[in-house]
């Protein structure tokens, strides 16, 4: 819904802006000049409220920071200044994203936010579907610039064809959510002799032999405590370990065909690979039940060699729990290794998730203000360029080029694995999990599910192509 009487643009302006946001600092990226100049009488919003609510991890709030935090908070605080100035908006944060909150608001017809930040799974199998939430396709601006987010992170969010999730990407956080990333610890891997995951990488053997091999030299079980055994690798209570091992080796839960449509793709060679592989690990006792989904106190504690998880555990922006504030030393980004049935080692091993977080439009804003702001807002930092606005980034977070590499890699070629409209929890990962636990063959486990995660599919996407 338009509301026109809140703009006052000039004929001139409208059309500096136009030029404004066509203009590319590179051909190949297409991103519009980051261009302050244009002086705020120009465009006038008329003090509309433009309000972000961001849901957290760990009870940090990245888009709503305290001044002098870090160097990134205060050029994101400068960012919301200019845009006030610039358009004569005010920029309000709500720290949460309360979906119940927003739909009652929208029933009685006020507004709850312009942006929603919050995990996908509370957007898009339900409110989505419900029309709650307007597409970004919706809105005159260059959604493919590079400013939203890549190709993949811009799937995620398409529904049909429509497109509904946006990311900052150049502002780097909060990070783009994928999973799983995986981290090594560089002294458990020289205490015991073994080759540092990143020589391996680099020299093209950082296979599952590779891991195989180093799960069978870390593996001391002597001392009568078993909390101070120590392993290469352990599972948790939820899969991510599993996932890592197919998404290496060319596994999809699902795919989406040339209709449009979702299917259950995950009863094939390279799944059942991957599951044995990590099944005979464990069964051979060469990783551990890591038993809570967060085993980041062990690896932290030197006693695991690698820790998967989510990859803002890795990231001191994302949470006072995560590595950043725990590891007393370096820690190292890598990503799994490259399973038989992905031989060139080029295929995406990380996936936005269930719990991958992405911008959304609720139906009750107005698109004429995201039009304004977003292709403004959205650009690299106060400071910053498309080619240098990962260099703050890189030095406050990473311990060595080949981790932010590593890093950059999990972030950009990620893909989307649909789990959000499967019956994930109740279904998918308990069975993978029961394979690794030695209580269910692969191909049993595979099998069980396929009718109900292709009903799920069809409940929650493809029946609403029709």
């Known amino acids: ?77 400068q960012r919301y200044k ?59 601006i260059d959604l493919h610039s590079g400013l939203f987010g890549t190709p993949e992170a811009l799937n995620a969010g398409l529904f049909g064809d429509d497109y509904y999730a946006i990311i900052a990407y150049y502002w780097g956080f909060p990070a783009a959510d994928t999973m799983p990333a995986m981290w090594f610890n560089p002294r458990v891997i020289s205490t015991y002799q073994q080759t540092s995951p990143h020589e391996l990488n680099e020299q093209g053997e950082w296979t599952w032999a590779a891991l195989e091999q180093m799960c069978e030299v870390i593996n001391d079980t002597s001392d009568p405590d078993e909390n101070k055994h120590t392993y290469a690798l352990a599972y948790t209570s939820e899969p991510y370990l599993e996932f890592a091992a197919l998404f290496s080796n060319n596994a999809r839960i699902v795919t989406k065909g040339e209709d449009g449509r979702l299917t259950y793709t995950l009863n094939t060679k390279e799944a059942l690979e991957a599951l044995e592989f990590i099944g005979s690990l464990a069964e051979r006792q060469l990783i551990c039940n890591g038993g809570d989904r967060q085993n980041i106190e062990p690896f932290v504690e030197n006693r695991r060699a690698f820790f998967v998880e989510f990859t803002h555990l890795g990231l001191s922006d994302e949470g006072r729990e995560n590595l950043a504030y725990k590891m007393q030393e370096a820690y190292e980004w890598i990503y799994f290794p490259q399973g038989p049935s992905n031989p060139d080692g080029n295929l995406a091993r990380t996936s936005f998730s269930y719990n991958s977080r992405f911008f959304y439009a609720p139906i009750n804003t107005d698109i004429e203000v995201q039009e304004l702001l977003l292709p403004y807002m959205f650009q690299p930092l106060p400071g910053d360029t498309v080619e240098t606005w990962q260099d703050d980034f890189k030095r406050s977070t990473f311990f060595s080029n080949e981790s932010f590499e590593c890093f950059q890699v999990i972030r950009d070629e990620a893909f989307f694995d649909y789990t959000i409209y499967t019956p994930f929890s109740d279904v998918i990962y308990p069975k993978i999990m029961d394979v690794t636990k030695g209580k269910i063959s692969a191909t049993e486990a595979l099998e069980s599910i396929a009718d109900k995660v292709q009903a799920s599919l069809d409940k929650f996407y493809n029946d609403y192509l029709e």
């Open 1 to 77: 819904m338009r509301k026109s009487r809140l703009l006052k643009v000039l004929s001139l302006v409208t059309v500096l802006f136009m030029i404004f946001t066509a203009c590319a600092t590179t051909a190949e990226e297409n991103i519009p000049e980051y261009d302050p100049s244009i002086d705020k009488e120009d465009i006038d919003l008329l003090g509309y409220e433009f309000i972000i609510a961001a849901l957290s991890h760990g009870g940090q709030y990245p888009l709503n920071p305290e001044s002098g935090s870090t160097a990134r908070a205060d050029q994101l605080l």
């Open 82 to 140: 200019e845009t006030e100035d610039k358009f004569n908006v005010k920029i309000s944060l709500i720290d949460g994203c309360d979906i119940g909150r927003f739909q009652t608001l929208l029933v009685a017809n006020l507004k709850y936010a312009d942006l929603m930040f919050t995990v996908m799974h509370h957007i898009q199998r339900g409110p989505l579907q419900q029309g709650y939430f307007i597409p970004f396709s919706d809105m005159d």
